[in-house]
């Protein structure tokens, strides 16, 4: 999230420093290349010392900012719980160059109260830093175009931290919503425990469906036409990536675990490439078997893999004695195979339903397709 945001804040006419302790890609940026897929991006950084945006890898070129922005990756522990290690970890980094007046923008999700938390450390430690917390809330790969058109949520330990992260962010759009340092990061993890939640019941509907021999889709497709009642009902498919999963388990932490709606979406949820399988294991043997999957990536048409749901698929089939190939049309491995020996696999299972894979010519093959890329659509009128 920092990059596109770097980007765009350049691009409205900030003075931007980018720090990444990442040397190297520190240098790929300084290169004008890209770390990873995002629309618009490319462009954007073509003009980065025409937008004053510079790269860094030295913690002290936060002395010379009015605002530091934070994004660091918050995972879970090995029990489920916030891991705010690297958060800790980057302001103990910057601590020793920050100085009175400047106000610090958290924009990683946080564990309600982390803001407050981190408030207090700053002010033990004798300094007059306000903080700020604006969860971002765009769509991986989208960020440009989001940042820019989604209203932005904002937040401040006093009025003008408050004032100063409204400056930033209706810089970018107008349209900005205040609330309460805590009060914005439950908007973030109920926005994405929301999310998670609507995608474990579309993926509860496919496997009683596929349970009891009718075709999903063709029900989803019914129920959804024309119908606005139903427009934001997902499709089934892996519903994973480094933020739904997570954000889920944090609000259910922050709860005590008395969260169990967010509980039964995460075993819906994680579960589903199980019930991929036991279904294929109900007409045929996977020991033996040279099985593939199509697509790695944790959603469309990303090359990020990260907690993507395919990996423990993969996992499973060869836990069943199952030969995997693997292939995806955006992520570089060397241990993935082209997607020519993919389709030689006596089953193929649709990891992620990159669109360079609509066309591809699965009819008449052993194809198990959650996500219902394969379906052709049309119902009866």
């Known amino acids: 999230m920092g990059l596109p945001l770097s980007l765009v804040l350049a691009r409205h006419g900030f003075r931007v420093t980018a720090i990444d302790r990442d040397r190297n890609k520190v240098d790929q940026l300084k290169r004008g290349e890209l770390p990873f897929k995002e629309a618009g991006a490319a462009e954007l950084l073509a003009r980065a010392a025409e937008f004053r945006l510079a790269f860094s890898a030295s913690h002290e070129d936060v002395a010379a900012c009015d605002a530091i922005i934070l994004t660091v990756g918050t995972p879970l522990d090995a029990h489920l719980n916030p891991d705010l290690t690297d958060v800790d970890a980057a302001i103990e980094q910057i601590r020793p160059f920050l100085r009175d007046g400047q106000v610090l923008i958290l924009r990683s999700t ?12 700053l002010q033990s430690a004798g300094l007059k830093v306000g903080v700020s917390f604006c969860p971002e809330r765009i769509a991986q790969g989208q960020a440009i175009r989001e940042l820019q058109e989604l209203p932005q949520i904002i937040s401040g330990s006093d009025p003008q931290a408050a004032a100063v992260a409204r400056t930033v962010f209706s810089a970018i ?6 609330l309460s340092m805590t009060e914005a990061e439950l908007a973030k993890l109920f926005t994405n425990a929301w999310r998670y939640i609507k995608f474990a019941v579309a993926n509860q509907f496919y496997m009683i469906a596929e349970e009891k021999g009718f075709d999903f889709q063709r029900i989803r497709e019914a129920m ?10 997902p499709q089934a498919g892996f519903a994973a990536g480094p933020c739904l999963l997570k954000d889920t388990m944090q609000l259910a932490a922050f709860n005590r675990q008395h969260f169990a709606v967010g509980h039964a979406a995460m075993l819906l949820n994680e579960t589903l490439p199980d019930f991929l399988i036991d279904q294929v294991k109900r007409r045929r043997t996977l ?36 030969t995997v190939l693997c292939t995806d049309a955006h992520i570089q491995d060397p241990e993935f195979v082209p997607v020519e020996r ?27 397709d959650c996500w219902g890329m394969t379906r052709r659509p049309g119902i009866g009128a």
């Open 224 to 233: 959804t036409r024309e119908y606005a009642r139903l427009a934001d009902f």
């Open 173 to 178: 759009n107008p349209r900005v919503i205040e």
């Open 342 to 368: 993919v389709l030689e696999c006596e089953i193929i299972f649709v990891g992620c339903p990159h669109r360079a894979y609509r066309e591809l010519p699965l009819d008449g093959r052993d194809v198990v």
């Open 110 to 121: 946080l564990f309600p109260g982390t803001s407050e938390k981190i408030l207090a450390s």
């Open 287 to 322: 020991r033996g078997a040279t099985v593939g999957i199509l697509g790695m990536a944790f959603k469309p048409d990303s090359d990020d893999p990260r907690e993507s749901l395919a990996y423990k698929l993969r996992k499973l089939l060869a836990y069943e004695g199952a």
